[in-house]
């Protein structure tokens, strides 16, 4: 983790934290090995449960999770946190779900919820060209996160806007 920074732009903060080159190096790789795998990408296809018009969405399996030490590194930035946040020490942390989208032209989130209390993305690959608006005065935000909370009012951000970066 080389970058911690906390932004608290409407209601709740939002954490904002760069990962480690070893850690996407492993997660690309691991989902190269996936797609190669016709069984292992059936099996771990989470694309059925997800909000996404995607076509691949990998669940992560527990025991790569474990390898990189993946859970301990999202404990850590919760941690951290909390910490700053509140001045508690976390007690207990436990990943509920992790998966890859891999996501292409034409394909898109829509705006979703999360379960759990905390939820997050992370971007191991983007693309140079996020593509056109082709209306002129409609808002397209071209694969960037967009983060909502509340209603709009005066004075107010309800938006985040996030411009993915590796």
Avoid: C
């Avoid at 480690?20 to 795998?37: A, G, Q, R």
Wanted: proline share 4%.
């Amino acid at each position: 983790m080389n970058n911690f920074e906390i932004k608290k732009p409407f209601g709740p903060s939002v954490v904002k934290v760069t990962l480690n080159d070893d850690i996407i190096t492993s997660m690309n790789d691991y989902v190269e090995l996936i797609i190669k795998d016709e069984n292992k990408s059936k099996t771990l296809d989470h694309g059925h449960k997800l909000a996404g018009n995607v076509n691949q969405e990998f669940l992560l399996e527990d025991k790569f999770m474990i390898k990189i030490k993946w859970p301990e590194l999202l404990a850590s930035v919760v941690q951290k946190w909390v910490q700053s946040q509140t001045g508690k020490q976390l007690k207990k942390f436990t990943v509920i779900k992790s998966w890859i989208v891999r996501q292409f032209k034409n394909e898109y989130n829509p705006i979703h919820y999360h379960s759990g209390d905390i939820s997050g993305v992370g971007y191991l690959k983007v693309p140079s060209d996020m593509g056109k608006t082709s209306q002129r005065d409609k808002i397209n935000e071209n694969g960037n996160l967009v983060l909502i909370h509340g209603s709009k009012q005066f004075l107010s951000n309800s938006i985040l806007k996030i411009e993915p970066k590796v």
